[in-house]
């Protein structure tokens, strides 16, 4: 039998990877766990029953950044305008966005920078692995969204590029 603390760890860890299901069977116990969308769906099967968790979304501390947010209204519509035409590269993951590969290293890409679907814009830590993220769009890098050491979430928009 899996414990609650177990399918905890699994469905956390499987929220920090790009990996969309995962399968375990211990002792007769299977656990299916499935990542449709943002939310997580886990079953746990024996014989005869079946029980279903879905986790509640955790409550975030807000942090200066967020304070500031609220402070500001959100932008204009001249602003999501302007932003319409842009691709919005995001993070496929939960970790620590990284822009140079190492501390004395100059960043991979700077605002008006032309990249290609091979350039590497950043690096994503995630469970003490480095993680290079391709462009996968050619363009020019028009705004960073996040700053260098800052934690990112699953889906968080990190660059915008005017594509080519």
Same mark, same amino acid.
């Given at each position: 039998?899996?414990?609650?603390? &177990?399918?905890?760890?699994?469905?956390?860890?499987?929220? @920090?990877?790009?990996?969309?299901?995962?399968?375990?069977?211990?002792?007769?116990?299977?656990?299916?766990?499935?990542? $449709?969308?943002?939310?997580?769906? /886990?079953?746990? @099967?024996?014989? $005869?029953?079946?029980?279903?968790?879905?986790?509640?979304?955790?409550?975030?501390?807000?942090?200066?950044?967020?304070?500031?947010?609220?402070?500001? $209204?959100?932008?204009?519509?001249?602003?999501?305008?302007? @932003?319409?035409?842009?691709?919005?590269?995001?993070?496929?993951?939960?970790?620590?966005?990284?822009?140079?590969?190492?501390? &004395?290293?100059?960043?991979?890409?700077?605002?008006?920078?032309?990249?290609?679907?091979?350039?590497?814009?950043?690096?994503? &830590?995630?469970?003490?692995?480095?993680?290079?993220?391709?462009?996968?769009?050619?363009?020019?890098? /028009?705004?960073?969204?996040?700053?260098?050491? @800052?934690?990112?979430?699953?889906?968080?928009?990190?660059?915008?590029?005017? $594509?080519?």
């Amino acid at each position: 039998m899996f414990k609650i603390s &177990e399918i905890k760890e699994l469905v956390k860890l499987l929220d @920090q990877t790009s990996v969309h299901e995962l399968e375990v069977e211990n002792e007769g116990f299977r656990l299916s766990i499935r990542k $449709p969308g943002k939310t997580e769906v /886990v079953t746990v @099967q024996t014989a $005869p029953t079946t029980h279903t968790y879905t986790p509640v979304p955790a409550t975030i501390p807000v942090t200066a950044a967020a304070e500031a947010t609220a402070a500001n $209204p959100a932008p204009s519509t001249d602003a999501a305008s302007a @932003q319409a035409g842009l691709h919005k590269i995001v993070s496929p993951m939960v970790g620590t966005f990284y822009a140079s590969p190492s501390p &004395e290293a100059g960043a991979f890409v700077k605002t008006g920078d032309r990249v290609n679907e091979r350039s590497v814009v950043c690096i994503l &830590e995630a469970m003490k692995l480095m993680n290079e993220l391709e462009a996968e769009v050619s363009g020019e890098i /028009v705004q960073i969204l996040v700053e260098n050491g @800052q934690l990112v979430e699953y889906g968080q928009p990190l660059f915008l590029v005017k $594509p080519e």
